[in-house]
């Protein structure tokens, strides 16, 4: 089962190999704590108002276009496979086919915005902007589809943002392996980027029946 | 125990002479270096708030407004909340004592992200450099408390900025919480097991639990607000179809717990500071570890006692009673022990000590005090008084103050190598101690006959109490500045303090004061339970009396 592992740095803090990759697993976890709760605050005060506005909420979700979110959501569940296996080499200190599946989860990643890019041009076009210029059609549910597609930008701007971020991070990683950084030589940075892109993948599966799917 | 006395002219190797060029100071990793640094800007901070509050009891010396207008008043008040808390409470223990320390009493050469650490400290001055802009620019005016619609649609002061700040602070401390949490679980010394643990490591443990289960919540629910603030988007405002209360339900969910992020590092140094100076293992061990984190995970489900007269479902209000009343359990579970801790110990006044009783005094008051305002009925009356401002200045910020100056004082000789001056350390504690009972114990019935917080017009009869009031902040001024002088006098001309001055347990007294940078010659291996000191009385006792050859381990 022993396969040939990239070599490793211990940093001066800590004791041995197995301290320092155990430390930064467990300190990525706890990151990801955060910002399930970061998300967890947002995901709250979105089912406080839809239980309050089901009406309203499955009136304005029919602006959202299904099928893009739908592949959107292949996409990103496809770029968590990439990843797995770019981790997978990584581990196994393989440099070639890490830099494969990592441009691989890039494009996936990027495949992602663009569509996202598209979907938030129509609903400019279609003024669901929120502000002074938001438009919705009956009048009477207009303040509180308002509200709705707010926190629909709100949620998948942040997510958004995540992605991008996951984007530069693995471009920053992609850099250092081409030109084989020592900083990753060892699998520990690929690892940690590998566990956050699931974390964002998982924030999507839970964004798009939330927000796309919401039944009758 | 025998005092190192280190030679004249002889400099040994340590932390704070590793490096003089400021790029040393700027760019370190070290924990220690980095406890130093937060010390200095948290010290900054605390003195603007400070100020900041002197305006305050200045302008309440007398019934009308004569110092400045209602709106400034407003302003002034605000910036006292948002510095003291966001700026000095929360960080104050744990981002300075709990920087400097975690590390030692694990036996561990440095936190585990130290770069991480660094860029805490970095985030940390730029949300107070950007709050502090934002006050220079005019100031807020919402309370520190944020509440929409008014912060989000209708005030004109620099809510946007202060809440940006107050976001990048909240992430300094999330990078501290998640370092002590890894530090805590991967780094600790060979033999030193969970329940060998110091005190004040099991409360640092409980408070990054917290910081990192709720800062996460306050940073988007503030960023909620500005971005409705900013681009009008409909979150919390009425008007734009959103509910003002959610935001509360969000804030609270956070800024309760806060407040236990304030006094659990507090009640940490307390437990550290007891035993050595009472010469006794902590009475009750398991309970007081196992208080610490019942009251993190308790305090998560009280935040609903903020809101008892917003409207909130009356079920939902004697729940939160219900739960806000079982924290004074682990909290009183705590203060037995200690007492217990002292009960036959032979106790030392040293200054340490004195904070030490200040604090248990202090958060006595404060927390039988906060049980009024968790009854439903009694705070009806009592919700936005005095008697409210008087309840929580005692628990949070006479706890935290208490704790991080018996803290500073017990581990100065650590940090620096040199003792304070006992004599002066002594009288500063007691004028802090009187200077803040006069501040506020005032407000304790003040808040009771009816006077509003937040308000500086007041009937005159009720003017002979915030004169005492007043006069108490002049005499907790002098006594906060006291330790400023004589620490800083210290640094050059305190005695040498030698690698354990208290005859302290614990693994940061095993190595020299100051600790070189990589804390240990070599990575300590821990035999025994934490405060062994009856174990040591007795090898003492073996050693210099009868000549038995046998020791207890």
Known sequence: MVQEQAPQKVSIQFEDLHQQNESYIVGMWTFLVTEIMFFGGLFTTYLVYRMANQETFWEAHRHLSVPLGFFNTCVLLTSSLTMALTVHYAQRGLRKQQLLWLLATMALACTFLVVKG????????????????????????????????????????????????????????????????????????????????HFVDIVWIFLFPLLYLIPR | MSVAVAKPGEIKHNYLNAGDTVRSWLLTTDHKRIAVLYLVSVTLFFAVGGLLALLIRLELLTPQGDLMTSENYNRVFTMHGVVMIFLFLIPAIPAVLGNFLVPLMVGARDLAFPRLNLASWYVYMAGGLIATWAMVNGGVDTGWTFYPPYSSSYSTSQVTLTIIGAFLVGFSSIFTGINFIVTIHKMRAPGLTWFRLPLFIWAHYATSVIIVLGTPVVAITLLLVAVERVFRLGIFDPA????????????????????????????????????????????????????????????????????????????????????????????????????????????????PMLYVMGFLGLFVIGGLTGLFLASLATDIHLQDTYFVVAHFHYIMVGGTIFGYLAGLHFWWPKMTGRMYPEGIAKLAALIIFAGFNLTFFPQFVLGYLGMPRRYHWYPEEWQMLHVMSSAGTALLGIGYILPIFYLLWSLRNGALAGPNPWGATGLEWKTDSPPITHNFEETPIVTEEPYAYENHHQQEEVASGTGASTTKG
């Not at chain 1, 076009?125 to 009048?139: C, D, K, Q, S």
């Not at chain 1, 081409?178 to 956050?196: C, K, M, R």
């Not at chain 2, 079920?315 to 200690?338: D, E, Q, R, T």
């Open chain 2, 240 to 351: 734009l179809g959103g509910d003002p209360i959610l935001f509360q339900h969000l804030f609270w969910f956070y800024s309760h717990p806060a407040v236990y992020i304030m006094i659990l590092p507090a009640m940490g140094v307390i437990s550290e500071v007891i035993a050595c100076f009472s010469r006794k293992r902590v009475f009750g061990y398991h309970f007081v570890a196992f208080s610490s984190v019942a009251i993190a995970v308790v305090g998560f489900l009280v935040w609903g006692h903020h809101m008892f007269t917003t409207g909130q479902s009356v079920y939902a209000g004697m729940v939160f009673s219900l739960l806000s009343f079982l924290v004074a359990v682990p909290s009183a579970v705590k203060v037995f022990n200690w007492t217990a801790t002292m009960y036959k110990g032979t106790i030392e006044f040293r200054a």
């Open chain 1, 118 to 197: 598209f979907e938030y041009h129509h609903k400019f076009v279609e003024g669901l902007i929120p502000g002074p210029n938001f438009r919705f059609e009956p009048v009477e549910h207009l303040r509180v589809a308002q509200l709705f597609f707010s926190l629909y930008f709100a949620m998948t701007g942040l997510h958004a943002l995540h992605v991008l971020i996951g984007v530069l991070v693995m471009a920053i990683l992609t850099v250092l392996i081409a030109i084989n950084h020592p900083s990753v030589q060892d699998f520990i940075p690929v690892e940690l980027t590998g566990l956050y892109w």
